[in-house]
């Protein structure tokens, strides 16, 4: 079995091959670089770009694999949810692919897509993290919380009320002038600052003088998540802030915002243990590649499984991993699919 | 040659299977007001019943033609990925072809039944374009079923239609009446009839882009070479590039 998987649901052009036992034989990502000047992703824009780029990177994830289309078993693209316009690009395309073959198909979830991150087999060839385990998923796109109970399936145990994770660090950098994306850039200038300088929702110390309204008591009993209070308050501390005070402070700011974030997350993912009795956690999504979040993971009482950087932000690896574990269409009963915008869940 | 053709421009989805000999197949979904395009749910599915019912299996297929638009953005990709990833997985020849010439084509020395008699004049093709205008170009029939590009498609509001005429005219877009053709025509048929212009009936099918007239347009054509050279006609740059350049011209950051 060798599956050819594309991934198109935001600003990444993917195409990956990948055998029947998880091992990837190519991992093709397009960065578009072209959002940068308008501070976030522009739908149409980055439609535009995937389908510019998409033959191409197929071509380049076959010559990557040694394979030649001929040798393709099952072909997979991820359906939703995601920026429809972009989605179908590589929809169409992957249908079409395996139309022409008479090929199945994989429809594929893009959450369960990060999700099944974890089956596939490492460089090295050490195993898979197997089921069942937690996953936090936390990207610029989205925050979640589920249990996997096997590798076709999760449940969802807590998702974020407004801002991702990600889109959290990107504002928040924007707000220090640090650019857009500018996550890595607030992680790297919180390197140098103090994260108990300042108070910011979510964070330890917030928690601890914490108001009690019934909203709240709902909220910290569930396992969702939010940061839109936390960037507020960045954006009312920053305007109270002389400007010299802003920059001499910059770095305490950012070690403060970027703390209340990875507090936030590692509470959720504390509590869900607790709370499932699971002993090993994953993770996935952008946010994964954070420092200080991998630093606070380790300290946490469970085995915890973070795949590599390239495998952790979209690739269509991931969507090839979730295609060998989900359902396959035969020629022609994929035909008709259409790609869905929002909600996620296991099929 | 056996051509797949098909066009996703407008809010139809209309494919075209021709055979060797000529013997052309055809199927189309056009969706009602109230319902979405099929593009991405029809395509293919239309695709594979026209080549089931021909007996033909795709690795026959030698030719793919698709309509470029311009149009609907969406429906637009859906169609030009759609067509390079046949041809990819096929490796075999692909076409684009313009979807307004395609209309003007099929109109120019169509007698149609809602439209007295052959059409020898000229033509303007319109693709309703959303947000109050058409995607118009101009055409001079150049005898039965075919048509020579006059004004390439733009979009511009149907009360400009005048000044394009205009523009076709000093072009050397011949003499005779001036026939509008699409789904522009019907949508905006109040606001173009100011002009001196014939508009066939709202039923007529000539305001439908025929996959047919794609397929054989398509035969004419050299295939492409690499993939990437074949996209949608946008005629249209996005939004937020056009927003980014006026705050640019008046001064601001953007911020
Ligand atoms: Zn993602």
Redesign the interface.
């Known amino acids: 079995m060798r599956v050819l998987a594309l991934e198109t649901s935001c600003d990444d052009t993917c195409a990956a091959v990948v055998d029947g036992d998880g091992r990837i034989q190519a991992n093709v990502i397009s960065s578009q670089e072209v959002h940068d ?3 976030g992703v ?1 739908p ?2 980055a ?2 770009h995937h ?6 990177v ?2 380049q994830a076959l010559a990557d694999a040694g394979v030649a ?1 001929e040798e393709i078993d099952l072909v997979a693209a991820t359906q939703g949810p995601g920026l ?2 972009a989605l ?15 090929l199945p198909f994989a429809a594929v979830d893009h959450i369960q897509g990060h999700v099944a991150a974890n089956f596939l087999a490492g460089e090295g060839g050490e195993p898979a993290f197997e089921p069942p385990f937690l996953c936090l998923i936390a990207s610029g796109g989205h925050t979640l919380l589920t249990h996997v109970g096997e590798p076709g399936r999760f449940t969802v145990l807590g998702r974020t009320l407004d801002d991702a994770a990600g889109e959290a660090f990107d504002k928040g950098a924007r707000m220090l002038g640090l650019g857009y994306p500018g996550g890595a850039a607030l992680e790297q200038l919180a390197a140098g600052g103090d994260p108990e300088a300042f108070s910011f929702p979510g964070s330890r110390r917030d928690r601890l003088q914490g108001g009690r309204g019934p909203g709240r008591q709902a909220f910290a009993n569930s396992l969702d998540f939010s940061f839109a209070g936390l960037k507020t308050a960045l954006l009312y501390r920053l305007r109270e802030m002389p400007e010299a005070q802003v920059r001499e402070r910059a770095a305490d700011l950012a070690a403060s915002y970027q703390a209340a974030i990875v507090e936030s997350l590692i509470l959720r993912a504390e509590q869900a243990l607790e709370r499932t009795d699971a002993t090993r956690l994953a993770v996935g999504g952008g946010v994964a590649a954070n420092g200080e979040l991998r630093r606070r993971l380790g300290a946490l009482a469970a085995t915890v499984h973070v795949p590599p950087r390239e495998l952790c932000t979209d690739n269509a690896a991931m969507i090839a991993s979730a295609a060998l574990h989900g359902e396959h269409l035969p020629y ?1 009963a994929y ?5 869905y915008a929002t909600g996620e869940g296991s099929p | 040659m056996i051509v797949l053709g098909f066009d996703t421009a407008t809010r139809a989805t209309a494919v075209a299977l021709m055979l060797d000999g000529g013997e052309m197949l055809r199927a189309r979904d056009d969706p009602g007001p109230d319902e979405h395009p099929g593009h ?6 239309m ?2 019943e026209l080549l089931a019912t021909a007996g033909v299996g ?1 690795r026959g ?1 030698e030719r793919i033609a698709v309509g470029l638009g311009p149009g609907t ?2 429906g637009l ?2 169609g ?7 041809a ?3 490796s075999s020849e692909l076409v684009g072809v313009s979807s307004s010439l395609a209309l003007a084509t099929a109109a120019a020395g169509t007698p149609d039944a809602e439209w007295a008699g052959p059409h020898e004049g000229r033509v303007l093709a319109l693709i309703d374009a959303r947000r109050g205008e058409v995607f118009a170009a101009a055409y001079a029939a150049s005898g039965s079923h075919s048509a020579s590009e006059i004004v390439p498609p733009r979009a511009i509001a149907p009360d400009r239609l005048g000044s394009l005429i205009g523009l076709a005219e000093q072009h050397g877009a011949g003499a005779g009446g001036w026939l509008a053709v699409g789904d522009g025509a019907v949508r905006y048929r109040g606001q173009i009839e100011a002009v001196d212009l014939t508009i066939p009936d709202d039923s007529s099918r000539l305001h439908l882009v025929d996959a047919g007239t794609i397929c054989e347009l398509a035969l004419g054509e050299r295939p492409v070479t690499a ?2 050279q074949i ?2 006609d ?1 005629r249209r740059r ?4 056009l927003a ?1 350049e006026s705050v640019a011209a008046r001064g601001g950051d ?1 911020s």
């Open positions: 000047r308008f501070g522009v149409e824009i439609s535009r389908l510019e780029l998409v033959n191409l197929v071509d289309l429809v316009g179908l690009v590589g929809l169409s395309t992957a249908k079409a692919l395996a139309a022409a073959r008479e022609p035909l008709g699919l259409d790609a | 991405a749910t029809r395509l293919l599915t695709a594979g795709w297929v953005f969406t990709r859906v030009v990925a759609t067509a390079r990833g046949l990819q997985s096929l993939y990437e996209l949608p946008y996005p939004d937020a590039e980014l953007g």
